[in-house]
């Protein structure tokens, strides 16, 4: 699995075979020269809570015997993963809007996101591709608070994240979404997340496969009912936990 440490990779559904019961996707993964993240480099030591302040919120899932979900393998980097390459997108061009089945939509520039409460958040990341890197140290504001500022319709069972990156979008049971750790972050370990990780802002839901956490975060849109977003077409799984190794549909 040592692919996966520090080379920049695309994937995309190359051929899908369908049975009576069930649909099964074969991928074929194309590295696009190698991309070594030197500063997001981790020890052998999986880093702990000890240094954390009690601010911090602690992912349920980091305090598990086992780390790892279903055949997922730990890497001490972070790899960087998209389905079209990064878009032309700062802090200074970035805004979010909450829209859907909420009561007031709201429309967030840099600064105004900036001035909202912010939360720390201890978690894992777990990629479809069957890398996991444990202990991420994230900041931003929590998804709950953006929906507290929005009011939430009780249509609403689901949200639709959208990225800047061209269409895409992402689907996820709002339950998820509203989970204590899920985050829209502008912050990993101390640092500002850089455009190749989803910055200046990106989702993230640490309870579900990384691909439902949207990088370059553009909308968050709440619906009443499920919609298969850029991978969930090609026959990812419209949920997504790691835990029950939701990969495909």
Not at 30 to 48: F, I, M, N, Y
Not at 190 to 203: A, F, K, T
Not at 220 to 225: G, H, M, P, S
Request: aromatic share 10%; glycine share 8%; net charge negative.
């Amino acid at each position: 699995m040592t692919l996966w440490d520090g080379t920049f990779l695309t994937f995309l559904p190359v051929a899908v075979a369908s049975t009576c019961s069930d649909t099964k996707i074969r991928l074929t993964y194309r590295a696009k020269g190698e991309h070594v993240d030197s500063s997001k480099l981790q020890g052998d030591t999986v880093p702990g809570t000890s240094e954390l302040g009690d601010d911090v919120i602690i992912s349920s899932d980091t305090r598990r015997a086992e780390r790892l979900p279903p055949n997922q393998v730990r890497t001490k980097k972070w790899p960087v993963l998209d389905s079209r390459g990064a878009p032309e997108i700062s802090a200074d061009t970035w805004t979010l809007t909450v829209t859907g089945l909420v009561e007031t939509e709201l429309s967030l520039d840099w600064h105004a996101f900036r001035e909202l409460p912010r939360v720390k958040v201890f978690a894992d990341m777990h990629c479809v591709t069957r890398w996991s890197r444990l202990a991420n140290l994230w900041e931003g504001v929590s998804a709950e608070t953006l929906l507290a500022r929005a009011g939430v319709d009780s249509k609403a069972r689901f949200v639709i994240a959208h990225g800047y990156d061209g269409d895409f979008t992402t689907n996820l049971p709002l339950g998820a979404f509203r989970s204590e750790d899920a985050v829209v972050a502008d912050t990993h370990d101390r640092e500002p997340i850089s455009l190749e990780h989803g910055g200046p802002v990106r989702l993230v839901v640490p309870k579900l496969y990384a691909w439902k956490s949207a990088k370059w975060l553009r909308a968050i849109e709440l619906v009443e009912n499920d919609r298969a977003g850029y991978w969930e077409e090609g026959g990812y799984h419209m949920v997504g936990d790691p835990w029950e190794e939701e990969r495909f549909r």
